[in-house]
């Protein structure tokens, strides 16, 4: 307990705060049944998930990955596949998809990390679309046409398929509660040095005797399993999966746009951006995508404009510089009160 409040104060966490939204977010369900409401919270908890597990890799070592649907499609797949071709459970295809994004992983490590820079962002992006590629011309995970995952006589926990969306948010809720704690390790922790080490100077760091190469690819492999993770329940959520949409490259932008729009290598800025950008685009694309196509990702770029023209360490930064100047007038209103009070006595 001492050692989790001293992660929280490290990681300038406000634990009131903190246990207020989390009750918050426990009783969301309960209050807010409309299923509008809830889709757009279950968006909102898995592109947190998504936007901080792209930012343990991108945000805090400071390689920019352009291609990390292909976790996303590989947790998708592995959870599907299994059940559909051997009725193996989800359950157990979640640590399957799991494990092919780890192994990808530790693959594509070894020789995109000889690369730097913009070189590096280009063939992550190659990666992905060379994924995507290869499933759709691959007709035992169902090719262009994707796979219908809806089995309506299975048993809802054996096939993890509910009728409602109640199961789905508290899954979401439980994969951030995760990676909100495993953030607060990894900042605390001499790994989480490592990495900002590694994105100040990787010269630098290997030159202390830091093995940049080991701590990237630790930092990809957990970025992956948590992706990959994210993409199983989603595709359980939509019943469906296809490769445009599973290793979508859009994906992968959205994630380092949350990022970016909240903080990128901070804890609380991707969950902000993910708070800012999944009701933006739901609300827009409810109220003008009839009329108006894609009116959701203008938005996104005109945030993003905003943002590097006027807030370029993210939302986190301006939302911390509002309650300092707030905190700071509510000490010197109360300083000059105390003033008055003893200058009367």
Not at 179 to 187: E, G, T
Not at 311 to 323: A, R, S, T, W
């Given at each position: 307990?001492?050692?989790?409040?001293?992660?929280?104060?490290?990681?300038?966490?406000n634990?009131?705060?903190?246990?207020?939204?989390?009750?918050?977010?426990?009783?969301?369900?309960?209050v807010?049944?409309?299923?509008?409401?809830?889709?757009?919270?279950?968006?909102?908890?898995?592109?947190?998930?998504?936007?901080?597990?792209?930012?343990?890799?991108?945000?805090?070592?400071?390689?920019?990955?352009?291609?990390?649907?292909?976790?996303?499609?590989?947790?998708?797949?592995?959870?599907?596949?299994?059940?559909i071709?051997?009725?193996?459970?989800?359950?157990?295809?979640?640590?399957?998809?799991?494990?092919?994004?780890?192994?990808?992983?530790?693959?594509?490590?070894?020789?995109?990390?000889?690369?730097?820079?913009?070189?590096?962002?280009i063939?992550?992006?190659?990666?992905?679309?060379?994924?995507?590629?290869?499933?759709v011309?691959?007709?035992?995970?169902?090719?262009?046409?994707?796979?219908?995952?809806?089995?309506?006589?299975?048993?809802?926990?054996?096939?993890?398929q509910?009728?409602?969306k109640?199961?789905?948010?508290y899954?979401?809720?439980?994969i951030?509660?995760l990676?909100?704690?495993?953030m607060?390790?990894?900042?605390?922790?001499?790994?989480?040095?490592?990495?900002?080490?590694?994105?100040?100077?990787?010269?630098?760091?290997?030159?202390?005797?830091?093995?940049?190469?080991?701590?990237?690819?630790?930092a990809?492999?957990?970025?992956?399993?948590?992706?990959?993770?994210?993409g199983?329940?989603?595709a359980?959520?939509q019943?469906?999966v296809?490769?445009?949409?599973?290793?979508?490259g859009?994906?992968?932008?959205?994630?380092?746009?949350?990022?970016?729009?909240?903080?990128?290598?901070?804890?609380?800025?991707p969950?902000?951006?993910?708070?800012?950008?999944?009701?933006?685009?739901?609300?827009?694309?409810?109220?003008?995508?009839?009329t108006?196509?894609?009116i959701?990702?203008?938005?996104?770029?005109?945030?993003?404009?905003?943002?590097?023209?006027?807030?370029?360490?993210?939302?986190?930064v301006?939302?911390?510089?509002?309650?300092?100047?707030?905190?700071?007038?509510?000490?010197?209103?109360?300083?000059?009160?105390?003033?008055?009070?003893?200058?009367?006595?």
């Amino acid at each position: 307990m001492i050692k989790l409040k001293f992660m929280l104060r490290e990681s300038n966490i406000n634990i009131p705060l903190l246990c207020v939204v989390s009750a918050l977010l426990i009783i969301f369900p309960f209050v807010i049944r409309g299923h509008f409401e809830q889709n757009m919270a279950i968006l909102i908890l898995m592109w947190a998930s998504l936007a901080s597990a792209w930012n343990i890799f991108g945000g805090y070592t400071g390689q920019v990955s352009l291609g990390h649907a292909i976790f996303f499609g590989m947790g998708a797949y592995g959870a599907v596949v299994p059940f559909i071709k051997w009725n193996v459970t989800p359950w157990i295809g979640i640590f399957i998809g799991m494990a092919c994004a780890t192994l990808l992983a530790l693959i594509i490590a070894l020789p995109i990390f000889r690369l730097s820079a913009q070189y590096f962002a280009i063939a992550t992006v190659a990666l992905g679309e060379t994924v995507r590629i290869i499933a759709v011309n691959t007709p035992f995970v169902g090719g262009a046409a994707g796979i219908d995952i809806m089995r309506p006589k299975a048993n809802p926990w054996y096939a993890v398929q509910f009728m409602t969306k109640t199961p789905y948010y508290y899954f979401f809720l439980i994969i951030l509660s995760l990676v909100f704690f495993l953030m607060l390790y990894i900042n605390s922790s001499k790994m989480g040095y490592y990495f900002r080490t590694i994105k100040a100077n990787q010269i630098a760091a290997a030159s202390v005797g830091i093995d940049t190469r080991k701590y990237k690819t630790i930092a990809l492999v957990i970025s992956a399993c948590i992706t990959s993770l994210c993409g199983s329940f989603y595709a359980q959520y939509q019943l469906y999966v296809d490769p445009n949409t599973a290793f979508l490259g859009a994906i992968s932008t959205r994630m380092v746009m949350m990022a970016v729009i909240g903080g990128i290598g901070t804890m609380m800025g991707p969950i902000l951006g993910a708070v800012a950008l999944v009701p933006l685009s739901e609300y827009t694309r409810a109220t003008f995508g009839a009329t108006i196509p894609g009116i959701d990702q203008v938005l996104y770029g005109v945030l993003i404009l905003l943002i590097i023209l006027y807030q370029p360490k993210g939302v986190v930064v301006l939302i911390q510089n509002i309650f300092k100047k707030f905190n700071s007038f509510l000490f010197k209103m109360m300083k000059r009160r105390g003033y008055h009070d003893t200058s009367k006595s």
